[in-house]
């Protein structure tokens, strides 16, 4: 699986390479660290960067599926689901790291986990709902081995694929604005969302935000080293003191409170990991509670969604990292697309829902990381995490999101490299940038990008240039976002 001859070999030429770009030892030739122009202090900085950005998830994910009630009244449990969450997030993510050798964090895909809590269960039981996440995995898996996930990676032109690295950038900073309370919603229709509270920054963990945002600003300015860490770990340290002068609380509990996690010092620092969820599977139950076709078109919805969730987020961290060609293909991109498809299998085993590569990654690779070696550090981190789950709980959601929107800045200049000057590119790059964020889903943005890529350039005169998958995936597109309409004619 780690056979070079899937894809080119690239390097990212920077300023730190060795002049002659000889491999130190065993672990910088079989990582590359060199030849990508990195470091082990650099591959260490980016991956715990990439940990800390991440970490919210064993919090959050526990969060959305504990929410979900099965049509048999059952739920899951929120401490259980902190375990598997940790340690799938762990397993997989050192897994990628060896075998694509990618500095590609894997954590449990909000998109489907948020898909399976509030649709599917309302329809199946939690095990009969991660056996569809594993068939789903399985599927992927399937298309990657067999090179057709490969074939329409390629036939995907490369103005949209920049146009995905843009979106997912887009898609980051707004994830970030939200987490931090800087952007929020109004509650009527127009406009939907805006600035903090009623129009200005009212809360003080917003405040955390702002100067997290501007001190990690100025350093990445600065070209200091390790700036997003520095940034991140002063935001923290701010945080811990304006809750321990003003205890602010949660944001649930206290109008004005920090969101997902409150910044103090835990009474309880280590804790035992509960894995009683793993192997919590029944494979073929959701079929034979609601049949086969309503069973077959929520797998088509979570292959859909993670295929083209995981397909954009490669692509985007890739180009990001400077791993990536003139065509957007990077090194053993087959071996990371398997194992990605491994991780929705495993997500469902354990029954934290499919796993799936992490944007916030971004911060890592912004802060140097350009190799599986960095997934090394991140991996071992979130295993660590499953038995110090109140201290991961230190770092407010407010603080990480300053790192997310500063990753989204720099994955925005990738727009200087799109030609605009035909409209028939500009409008399926337009779309597609623009509806994620929008949609807060990258799926829905790939598909508005491909589809009206294949309409508009039909329509231009341009049919010929279309690769033939990519009429077919824009037509399984027009299927997944009249989804909602199908189900109901199946159900009549």
């Known amino acids: 699986m780690s056979n070079t001859s899937d894809a080119p070999t690239i ?20 990582f590359e660290i060199t030849k990508r122009g990195s470091s082990v202090a650099a591959e ?44 799938t997030a762990g397993v997989m993510t050192i897994l990628f790291g060896l075998v694509a050798r990618l500095p590609f964090g894997f954590a449990a895909g909000l998109g489907i986990n948020s898909f399976l809590a509030v649709s599917v269960v309302g329809e199946v039981t939690w095990p009969e709902a991660m056996g569809l996440v594993i068939i ?56 939907p969302v805006g600035l903090g509270v009623e129009g200005s920054i009212g809360t003080v963990p917003t405040l955390v935000f702002v100067f997290t945002l501007l001190l990690t600003g100025i350093l990445m300015a600065r ?25 602010l609380g949660s944001a ?31 494979l073929f139950g959701a079929f034979a509670r609601i049949g086969i076709l309503a069973a077959l078109m929520l797998v088509f919805t979570l ?6 969730d995981a397909m954009g987020t490669l692509t985007g961290l890739a180009k990001e990292a400077g791993l990536s060609d003139a065509q957007g293909n990077f090194p053993r991109l087959r071996s990371a697309l398997i194992v990605e498809g491994v991780g929705a299998v495993a997500g469902g085993y354990t029954s934290g829902s ?92 790939i598909g508005a990008g491909f589809v009206s890529w294949v309409i508009v350039r039909v329509f231009a005169g341009k049919a010929r240039e279309i690769s033939p998958l990519l009429w077919v995936v824009s037509a399984g597109f027009v299927v997944y976002f009249a989804r909602g309409p199908i189900e109901t004619l199946l159900g009549a």
């Open 303 to 308: 292959v859909f969604t993670n295929f083209f």
């Open 44 to 87: 260490v900085r980016g991956g715990v960067v990439t940990f800390v950005t991440m970490a919210y998830i064993v919090i959050l994910n526990p969060i959305i599926l504990s929410s979900g009630v099965d049509v048999d009244g059952n739920s899951l449990d929120f401490a259980q689901l902190s375990a598997v969450t940790g340690l």
């Open 252 to 282: 649930v509990d206290t109008p004005g409170g920090w969101g997902l996690s409150v910044p103090e010092l835990p009474a309880q620092w280590v804790s035992l990991p509960d894995l009683a969820l793993v192997g919590q599977v029944d």
């Open 223 to 247: 070209r200091v080293r390790g700036g997003i860490l520095i940034g991140l770990v002063s935001g923290t340290v701010l945080a811990v003191i304006v809750e321990a002068v003003w205890n």
């Open 354 to 445: 499919s796993n799936t590569v992490f944007i916030e990654s971004g911060a890592g690779i912004g802060e140097g990381a350009r190799t599986g070696l960095a997934n090394l550090v991140t991996g071992g981190l979130f295993l660590v995490a499953m038995f110090f789950t109140p201290l991961v709980s230190i770092v407010p959601t407010e603080v990480a999101a300053a790192a997310l929107v500063i990753v989204g800045a720099l994955m925005m200049s990738q727009i200087r490299a799109i030609d605009f000057s035909d409209f028939s590119v500009l409008l399926p790059v337009f779309l597609a940038v623009t509806v994620m964020p929008l949609t807060y889903s990258i799926a829905n943005g």
């Open 136 to 191: 789903n995995g399985l599927i992927i898996v399937l298309l990657a081995a067999t090179g057709l996930r490969r074939m329409i990676f390629d036939a995907v032109p490369l103005q949209l694929k920049l146009a995905i690295t843009v979106g997912i950038g887009l898609f980051i900073a707004f994830i970030g604005f939200v987490n931090a309370g800087f952007v929020t919603a109004t509650g009527v229709g127009s406009p």
């Open 11 to 30: 390097g990212a030429a920077t300023s730190s390479r060795h002049d002659d770009g000889t491999p130190k030892n065993r672990l910088d030739r079989f």
